[in-house]
């Protein structure tokens, strides 16, 4: 499990997490909800040791995140960005390539080969393998990201924002598929999400933060009504069931 005791962090001055407190079981998919500015993506990059907390501890399966050493750590947990900087010159190959470094340090083996085709093949990539990444569309950048992330095979995958540039039909795809790594090659999911329809019919829990600190955590169902979202994003929602769904209705 992921266990989060009591995180704050400042920019500056500036509060933007205080003493977040949570436990985020192993398996299936947690989603982090909420407004801009709310401190989501800050506490996914303390979770990965991107950033450092100015207070509070985050345990990985019992190890301090901090002191792990980083090559021990990237075998347990990988981590996709909001904004990524690879040179446009690298093919998609290359790029996932990239998620076996902390098993082989860029000397691919026949099994990281197996890796590799696996991801691509997964996120629907096999065709794009040998395209440079600056001939593929964002949305098609963005799954390559994640197909680098998912080709690391690690237990924990975080994941900013993952439906980045991705249009309406790649984004339910994005979303099942990552439905799929959690219940067929058992990972454990973590998402910063914007969409919160998304978050409530694909994930197992919602961590819902509000200025910095968690405001509610629970089930889809548990979270995903009118009172809770109304305090969340400032902004009147209405809930319907489609389908035995829950999805919030705010245009």
């Known amino acids: 499990m992921i266990e989060i005791d009591n995180i704050s962090k400042k ?12 436990t985020i079981t ?5 989603a982090i909800i909420g407004p801009n ?12 040791r991107l950033l450092l907390p100015d207070e509070g501890q985050v345990k990985i399966q019992n ?6 050493p980083s090559d021990k750590l990237a075998t347990y947990l990988s981590v996709l960005r909001q904004e990524n900087r690879f040179t446009s010159r690298l093919t998609v190959f290359e790029l996932v390539g990239f998620g076996r470094y902390p098993y082989t340090k860029g000397r691919l083996n026949a099994d990281d080969h197996q890796h590799i085709n696996r991801a691509l093949e997964f996120l629907n990539l096999t065709e794009f393998k040998d395209r440079f990444l600056d001939e593929l569309s964002g949305g098609q950048r ?20 993952p439906l ?31 969409d919160i329809n998304f978050a409530s019919v694909y994930s197992d829990y919602i961590l819902a933060m509000k200025k910095g ?15 809770i979202l ?16 829950n999805i919030a209705i705010y245009y």
């Open 11 to 22: 920019y500056q001055t500036i509060p933007v997490l205080k003493n977040v407190n949570a």
């Open 26 to 30: 192993q398996g299936g998919i947690t």
């Open 37 to 48: 500015g709310a401190g989501k993506s800050t506490l996914l990059s303390i979770i990965s």
């Open 63 to 68: 190890m301090d995140v901090v002191n792990t």
């Open 142 to 161: 963005q799954r390559a990201y994640v197909a680098m992330v998912l080709c690391q095979d690690t237990k924990y995958v975080l994941l900013d924002e």
């Open 164 to 194: 980045n540039n991705l249009d309406m039909k790649h984004a339910v795809a994005m979303m099942k598929q990552l439905r799929r790594a959690a219940d067929e090659l058992g990972k454990t999911i973590v998402i910063v999400i914007h």
């Open 213 to 227: 600190e968690l405001a509610y955590q629970g089930t889809p169902k548990q979270i995903m009504n009118t009172q």
């Open 230 to 245: 109304e305090d969340i994003f400032d902004t009147p929602v209405k809930i319907a069931n489609i389908y035995n769904q």
